[in-house]
């Protein structure tokens, strides 16, 4: 045999192996390819988390998951009806991010805040009209239920342009132009309607991806160790190497399906932009890919059953690639600690490339240095699964 | 009958606890995933590292950009001299946000013309821009007002007063912490029970199981307690956590929250013990789990409002427990909930709860295919 033990993960190319070893070992290789894309085509469950599941995530996120409030349900007090607090009534109304109801009391408006069926609380209180020609103003109290921070926050900055809205319009009745020392000019590049459709979906495929390669991989080869058809496939003359590719290649271009589906489901469904270039894509892709598939290589070998192996899988792909990679919530606003936790996660460096390469483009910058990140990623995985197998031999 | 039931209890236990590595498992990564996402998962903006492209040597220009370099929420990283470095730090996010004064700035303000600050965000994450934009335009407020008192002119007619209930510092932590109690007492409930059916019908064990006196609801009991066990004690734990840790308020009634958690945890045993006995194998199970646990998740409220969401998947919400057991466990800590609102929640727990665990029961003889 001069044929270098590691033909097999290198593929076929080797100028040192003879024709004749060449020719076996890729016999075998494609043996091993069939064996589990019929594996995969013979159990209706990995077709589907490799192509139902894609497109239920992506109709449950595009349509489910937006951050975006409208029509926030308001309790509207009025102490006592004016001119000046119809008119800011008015303002509320037609503003599309709220739904006011007028409740007579503060009372009646805490109990809906607190029943849930109000998310805040505005009280014009009954001297309004008066205090409007006071020097400092008359004060419109907002309560703004905390409980969920985030949409607590949106609403008080709608509530801001309301207020801003309603004082054009009451300098225009009283015959005046309103001038504001500064005014902010407001420019959101990329995503110019502030949509968060467009923010969440590109992520989405990461996590996606990431079902596919790790959860799945994970699980069906901790299978054959369970079963020990490993072992038996250990025996055979089939080498290491060529296990392993034999289990990449298929789930690998399930994986890659997976991510064409989910792409063009995003563009043409759900109107993402895609601004970048698609090769720049399919090659970040293929690095996440492989990172995934290395992950679940090297889970179901040290775990060795499925039960374990699923759980280790979810604990350690699934749930960081949703809260640690930047998908839904922004890294930069992390504890620096966390931070520094979020650069061991695959998904952080593809969630950043999906994200530039939908809605900014091809930046070559953020493109190089999570490329690199992946590449080192799946040469360690890889790399560990190999030496990890080989030595369970022994 | 309770003999034999126990029995049968004390053997699901083993199941789960005789392993070392599936010990490990569903004991450590609960407890660490706590405490990484309570840090992690949060919406909170701080230190938005911002660009400023001053054209205006003006002193009015500089006192407004002192503004936004004294926020908390504002870091500055860079200073810009042509309108083409406004690219050059947005694209490969060196910068958030680029404040540009333009050269007018001065000169517009004394002559009571509206004087322009252009602000330029970064919309590749879109809670994160519109969180900046609330927290310059409240700056630019400030500014405003006082800008008005010192030259003497009118202040505005009205003004907000806005206050925060239940959270008055508006801490995110504060809503994702106890949240994460219903997610991970879900996922490792789950994966407990989910595997239990599967297994066994893949070592033919079960088929033996249901050939000995045992009744399906009896089975189904043996099932349960060591799930509801589990689940309860991991829930337990991240409460405490939640409270002593995290210095998450707890104001209400902690019977009430342990009444929900016990409907919650029972509602997805059943849930789980339905996708065991529906698959064939253990891969289809947790396949199985999987496609509940996710959509369970998203379509909770646990990260993104269920009043955002298109009324028909608003109704599909209905039927997941995890979003009235999060109403729960938010409202007691926080809020101090009702009694009687939580009655309300209640009920609907319990129903899937009956629902899932006889649909469990049944499929235990009747599997489909």
Do not use: C
Not at chain 2, 209 to 231: C, D, N, Q, Y
Not at chain 2, 312 to 328: A, E, G, K, S
């Amino acid at each position: 045999m001069t044929g270098p033990r590691l033909d097999g993960i290198r593929g076929s190319g080797e100028p040192a192996a003879t024709l004749d070893t060449v020719g076996t070992s890729r016999m075998r290789l494609f043996g091993l390819v069939r064996k589990e894309t019929l594996q995969i085509l013979r159990d209706p469950s990995s077709i589907s988390i490799a192509f139902v599941l894609p497109a239920i995530l992506l109709l449950l996120f595009g349509y489910g998951v937006s951050l975006d409030a409208k029509h926030v349900p308001v309790a509207l007090v009025i102490e006592s009806p004016t001119t000046e607090t119809s008119s800011f009534a008015v303002s509320l109304i037609n503003s599309p991010y709220f739904a006011p109801a007028i409740v007579r009391d503060r009372h009646a408006a805490e109990e809906k805040l607190i029943a849930g069926d109000a998310d805040a609380i505005v009280v014009l209180r009954s001297d309004f009209a008066r205090r409007i020609w006071s020097p400092a103003g008359a004060p419109i109290q907002v309560i703004v239920n905390g409980t969920d921070a985030n949409t607590a926050r949106i609403i008080e900055g709608y509530m801001q342009g309301a207020w801003q809205k309603w004082l054009e319009q009451h300098a225009l009745d009283e015959g005046q132009v309103l001038v504001p020392p500064v005014v902010m000019e407001q420019r959101v590049w990329f995503n110019a309607e502030v949509r968060s459709r467009n923010f969440l979906v590109p992520g989405l495929i990461a996590i996606i991806m990431t079902l596919i390669g790790t959860l799945l991989t994970a699980m069906v080869v901790a299978r054959e160790w369970e079963r020990g058809t490993m072992e038996a496939l250990m025996v055979t003359p089939v080498r290491i190497g060529e296990i392993l590719l034999g289990k990449l290649i298929p789930y690998f271009l399930l994986g890659m399906g997976g991510m064409v589906l989910s792409t063009a489901m995003a563009v043409w469904v759900f109107g993402v932009p895609f601004r970048g270039s698609l090769a720049v894509l399919l090659a970040v892709s293929a690095l996440f890919m492989l990172v995934s598939l290395g992950m679940g290589l090297l889970i179901s070998t040290i775990a060795r059953s499925q039960f374990v192996a699923g759980q280790v899988a979810i604990i350690v792909a699934f749930l960081p690639a949703f809260i640690l990679s930047g998908f839904i919530f922004d890294i930069t606003s992390m504890p620096a600690v966390v931070q520094l936790i979020t650069h061991i996660i695959p998904a952080r460096y593809f969630v950043s490339s999906l994200q530039t390469l939908f809605l900014a483009g091809t930046v070559w910058p953020i493109i190089f240095a999570n490329g690199a990140a992946l590449g080192l990623m799946a040469v360690i995985f890889l790399g560990l699964t190999r030496r990890k197998t080989h030595k369970s031999l022994e | 009958m309770w003999g034999r039931i126990r029995a049968l209890i004390a053997k699901e236990f083993l199941a789960v606890w005789k392993d070392k590595k599936s010990r490990v498992v569903i004991i450590v990564p609960p407890l660490i995933q706590l405490l990484v996402f309570g840090y992690a998962a949060t919406f909170d903006v701080n230190h938005v590292a911002t660009a400023i492209y001053n054209e205006d040597s003006g002193l009015a220009a500089r006192e407004l950009i002192a503004r936004f370099e004294g926020s908390p929420s504002f870091e500055i990283v860079s200073r810009l001299s042509r309108e083409a470095e406004i690219r050059d730090v947005i694209d490969p996010k060196d910068a958030s946000l680029v404040i540009h004064v333009g050269q007018t700035f001065a000169q517009d303000l004394m002559a009571r013309r509206p004087a322009k600050v252009q602000l330029i965000v970064d919309g590749r994450e879109s809670n994160t821009a519109l969180i900046i934009l609330g927290y310059a335009s409240r700056i630019v407020a400030d500014f405003n007002n006082e800008w008005l008192r010192a030259h003497g002119e009118a202040l505005p007619p009205a003004r907000l007063v806005v206050w925060s209930w239940f959270n008055p510092n508006l801490e995110s932590r504060w809503f994702i912490v106890p949240g994460i109690v219903a997610l991970l007492t879900l996922v490792v409930t789950m994966v407990v029970t989910a595997l239990t059916v599967a297994r066994e019908r893949e070592v033919g064990t079960f088929e033996q199981l249901l050939v000995t006196p045992f009744r399906p609801f009896e089975i189904l009991i043996g099932k349960s307690v060591p799930a509801l066990v589990i689940g309860l004690a991991e829930g337990t734990v991240i409460v405490a956590i939640a409270v002593f840790w995290f210095g998450v308020p707890l104001r209400g009634d902690l019977l009430l929250l342990y009444v929900g958690l016990f409907l919650y945890i029972l509602a997805v045993i059943g849930v789980g013990l339905m996708v065991s006995s529906i698959s064939r194998t253990q891969q289809q199970a947790i396949l199985g789990a999987f496609l509940f646990v996710v959509p369970a998740i998203i379509l909770s409220g646990f990260a993104t409002p269920i009043a955002n969401m298109p009324p028909l998947i608003q109704d599909l919400t209905l039927i997941n427990p995890m979003r009235y057991f999060l109403v729960i466990v938010r409202g007691t800590f926080l809020e101090g909930l009702p009694a009687v609102l939580v009655y309300d929640l209640l009920w609907p727990m319990a129903s899937i709860a009956t629902v899932s665990l006889a649909g469990a029961g049944w499929m235990f003889r009747h599997r489909l295919g």
